[in-house]
């Protein structure tokens, strides 16, 4: 998969999720469903979503025990979304678990990425919480590390550590990135963020953009903004 703008939906319900989706009627964009929206609705806003024609990134961030992770991981996969993804902090064990609960009998499986350190960690809570004293930028550099020796496919990280994730675990390892915002535009709660053209020069592979798109007066111009910026 090339280059692409991930379209974060996060909605409450799937009324509002097809109201959303139903403005778009050329290009169908790629989708993420978080949480909020699968524990809402459950499976079948996966299937309803597949259905219409749009990629998928199931954002649950998976973290448990690895066989537990591996047999979700497996309903996952029969859910046939495009991405998928597991926090790095489940160890080794539980990532290559993951990779194995995944792939169908014919060998595919949906991409995997890990959430190294969450964005909204800081040096003070890993240090003080999670007893990690090492510099954050360390951690997650070894995080994604961890998670390339597992077999995965990449992670989600800032756009300002992109390019070093790609220093450390090669080009091909992929980058999505949320914290994307419009030049212009209002940062609203993201903290590190970047312009669509900015993640594109510093070589992100996917951006992940919410609030700039779904809450535009013009969802479809704004998202027809990120291709533009981002992908042509
Ligand atoms: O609305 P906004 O563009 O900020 O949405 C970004 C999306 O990316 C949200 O769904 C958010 O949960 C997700 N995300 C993030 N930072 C991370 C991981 C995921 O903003 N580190």
Do not use: W
């Amino acid at each position: 998969m090339g280059k692409d703008v991930i379209v974060a939906c996060d909605f409450p319900s799937a009324k509002e999720v097809f109201a959303f989706l139903d403005k778009f009627t050329e290009k169908k964009p790629f989708v993420k469903i978080g949480m909020e929206l699968y524990y809402a609705e459950g499976p079948s806003i996966v299937r309803e979503i597949k259905k219409r024609g749009h990629k998928i990134f199931l954002d649950l961030k998976l973290h448990d025990i690895p066989n537990t992770v591996k047999k979700t991981m497996s309903v996952l996969s029969g859910l046939d979304v495009d991405i998928c993804n597991l926090h790095a902090a489940g160890t080794t064990k539980m990532m290559e678990a993951a990779i194995e609960g995944l792939t169908r009998e014919d060998g595919s499986r949906p991409l995997l990425i890990a959430v190294t350190q969450l964005t909204s960690t800081d040096q003070e809570s890993m240090e003080k919480d999670l007893l990690i004293k090492e510099p954050i930028d360390k951690v997650v550099m070894h995080y994604a590390l961890c998670a390339k020796n597992a077999g995965l496919d990449g992670v989600v990280c800032s756009p300002l550590e992109a390019g070093k994730v790609h220093e450390v675990c090669g080009k091909d390892f992929l980058t999505v990135t949320p914290g994307v915002r419009f030049a212009e535009g209002d940062a609203g709660d993201q903290k590190r963020i970047m312009t669509p053209s900015q993640a594109k020069k510093i070589g992100s592979d996917y951006i992940v953009v919410g609030r700039p798109i779904t809450g535009a007066d013009d969802p479809v111009a704004a998202y027809n903004r990120c291709i533009n910026e981002f992908v042509d």
